[in-house]
T-cell receptor, first 115, second 112 residues
Framework: GAVVSQHPSRVICKSGTSVKIECRSL??????MFWYRQFPKKSLMLMAT?????????EQGVEKDKFLINHASLTLSTLTVTSAHPEDSSFYIC???????????FGPGTRLLVL | KQEVTQIPAALSVPEGENLVLNCSFT??????LQWFRQDPGKGLTSLLL?????REQTSGRLNASLDKSSGRSTLYIAASQPGDSATYLC???????????FGSGTQLTVLP
């Protein structure tokens, strides 16, 4: 099946720094990628939709200047958490949609802890 | 706005039991419905995808049904095993945007 990877799997950073998370579709081209955020024991909340070569579409309440999304190629999307604060600590998951499949494939997630 | 609810929030059963997880959604104009499994601290594994024109899908011990008119889906797990312990999430997909709206999940524990 299709594989989506995320890097890093876990990151700890100091408050005020920026963190970049990569999402890659390893064996298919993803025209659309999604970024989700999950708090402990909660469900996934869609943050933004990322289409290759165009600006991301952010969900209501998500600060686009805070969470920068770039989808420069059909296999890579990046999420940069700028000037991270402890309240940004969360589990970030990406998914990729592409090819003939009607299924989104999810990455393994990135655990971010901001101290 | 689409809202997806899953009941129960948590479920504990002895090994070997058959069980049903419930998912309901408020807007019946959905494209697809998908069931996922999430192990602690991990990403999502897709279990079953039901297209809006279908009523059910089966994979091994899993059977998912969909009733669009009533806004409900169920995931049936037969002969449960301790390895089935995980959080099960349902998600509905509306339209070509392919955005998923997730339920809050059911945390399943199968006791050996």
């Amino acid at each position: 099946g299709a594989v989506v990877s995320q890097h890093p799997s876990r990151v700890i950073c100091k408050s005020g720094t920026s963190v970049k998370i990569e999402c890659r579709s390893l064996d298919f081209q993803a025209t659309t990628m999604f970024w989700y955020r999950q708090f402990p024991k909660k469900s996934l909340m869609l943050m933004a939709t990322s289409n290759e070569g165009s600006k991301a579409t952010y969900e209501q309440g998500v600060e686009k200047d805070k969470f920068l999304i770039n989808h420069a190629s059909l296999t890579l999307s990046t999420l940069t958490v700028t000037s991270a604060h402890p309240e940004d600590s969360s589990f970030y998951i990406c998914s990729a949609f592409g090819g003939a499949s009607e299924t989104q494939y999810f990455g393994p997630g990135t655990r971010l802890l901001v101290l | 706005k689409q809202e997806v609810t899953q009941i129960p929030a948590a479920l504990s059963v002895p090994e070997g039991e058959n069980l049903v997880l419930n998912c309901s959604f408020t807007d019946s104009a959905i494209y697809n419905l998908q069931w996922f499994r999430q192990d602690p601290g991990k990403g999502l594994t897709s279990l079953l995808l039901i297209q809006s024109s279908q009523r059910e899908q089966t994979s091994g011990r899993l059977n998912a049904s969909l009733d669009k008119s009533s806004g409900r889906s169920t995931l049936y797990i037969a002969a449960s095993q301790p390895g089935d312990s995980a959080t099960y999430l349902c998600a509905v997909i509306k339209g070509s945007a392919r955005q998923l709206t997730f339920g809050s999940g059911t945390q399943l524990t199968v006791l050996p």
